[in-house]
């Protein structure tokens, strides 16, 4: 059997189609289809049920899928004794962050970063959805969370509390939302079937009636710029800082979390990677616009 095979075919059992592999495999349609063909001809027997909803284990994908499991973990072990044995300040720092602060703050500091450190090479992953990384997919995770998992190690940024932000037209209208009793009076600014995961926007789409609503978007930068447009009244986390919209009120159900930097126990020695780190952090808490917010 040709081991190369095995990460494509762990990549189509996470994601249960060929489409969505070969996205996570950076390959094609075709060559990801040819290469299920040929590990399923080595094997003598197919590895998935081809079903309307996507692809399903057969006995024999069940039977392999642990043994594709931990010979990937002990490729990603080794991959990463490797790196946390480089101390050298060259070569690239995989980065992944929310599309907030990967917008609005860290091209600034990676412009920094770059003039101090010109051999290392930052390749940034911007995404809301959380890279694993005990697989590799990142070196270092930027994460708003109030618990980050117990098998990354790093640092606090700063804690995050939430709150009501509206553009200062609001602000001086008579009668503008301080608490959130208060709230319903106004044009809501809401979340769609995507942020219902978070507590902040759960609360919103139980407590306050549907005719609030005046606008709904996906994501939070969203949500901040139509506040600053004037729509109405956005419910977000301190970081969603706009020279454009003032801050009405705490906004209890958001709970208060915290902005994160990640990595995993076996690279936080390696050279590049603790540069990255400790310059990120130190760019962070000397911001201005972070200066509200405690440590």
């Known amino acids: 059997m040709d081991w190369q095979y095995l990460p494509d075919f762990l990549g189509i059992v996470r994601t249960r189609s060929?489409?969505?592999?070969?996205?996570?495999?950076?390959?094609?349609?075709?060559?990801?289809?040819?290469?299920?063909?040929?590990?399923?001809?080595?094997?003598?027997?197919?590895?998935?049920?081809?079903?309307?909803d996507g692809y399903q284990l057969t006995l024999l994908g069940e039977r392999l899928?642990?043994?594709?499991?931990?010979?990937?973990?002990?490729?990603?072990?080794?991959?990463?004794?490797?790196?946390?044995?480089?101390?050298?300040?060259?070569?690239?720092?995989?980065?992944?962050?929310?599309?907030?602060?990967?917008?609005?703050?860290?091209?600034?500091y990676l412009k920094t970063l770059r003039e101090r450190y010109p051999d290392i090479c930052v390749e940034l992953l911007v995404s809301n959805t959380d890279f694993n990384l005990n697989r590799h997919e990142a070196d270092l995770?930027?994460?708003?969370?109030?618990?980050?998992?117990?098998?990354?190690?790093?640092?606090?940024?700063?804690?995050?509390?939430?709150?009501?932000?509206?553009?200062?037209?609001?602000?001086?209208?008579?009668?503008?939302?301080?608490?959130?009793?208060q709230l319903p009076q106004w044009p809501v600014i809401g979340p769609d079937a995507s942020l219902l995961y978070l507590p902040a926007f759960r609360w919103m789409q139980q407590q306050l009636p549907a005719d609030c609503f005046v606008v709904r978007a996906s994501n939070l930068m969203a949500m901040s710029s139509l506040?600053?447009?004037?729509?109405?009244?956005?419910?977000?986390?301190?970081?969603?800082?706009?020279p454009?919209?003032?801050?009405?009120?705490?906004?209890?159900?958001?709970?208060?979390?915290?902005?994160?930097?990640?990595t995993h126990p076996d690279l936080r020695q390696t050279g590049r990677i603790k540069v990255v780190m400790d310059f990120l952090l130190e760019a962070f808490r000397q911001d201005e616009r972070f200066a509200g917010l405690t440590d």
């Not at 002990?74 to 070569?91: I, V």
């Open 227 to 242: 506040a600053e447009a004037g729509l109405g009244v956005a419910a977000l986390p301190d970081d969603q800082v706009k």
């Open 244 to 262: 454009g919209l003032k801050r009405l009120c705490d906004f209890e159900p958001g709970l208060r979390g915290g902005l994160w930097l990640l």
């Open 65 to 108: 899928l642990p043994f594709a499991e931990r010979m990937e973990e002990q490729a990603h072990a080794l991959e990463r004794e490797l790196s946390g044995a480089d101390s050298s300040l060259r070569g690239t720092v995989r980065l992944t962050a929310p599309d907030n602060i990967a917008y609005s703050y860290l091209p600034g």
């Open 141 to 181: 995770a930027l994460r708003a969370t109030r618990q980050p998992p117990e098998y990354l190690v790093g640092r606090q940024i700063f804690q995050l509390g939430w709150g009501l932000y509206a553009a200062p037209e609001f602000v001086v209208s008579p009668g503008a939302p301080a608490t959130l009793e």
């Open 18 to 52: 060929l489409a969505g592999a070969a996205r996570l495999r950076g390959v094609n349609h075709s060559t990801l289809f040819r290469r299920l063909n040929q590990l399923e001809k080595q094997l003598g027997a197919r590895l998935f049920e081809r079903l309307p």
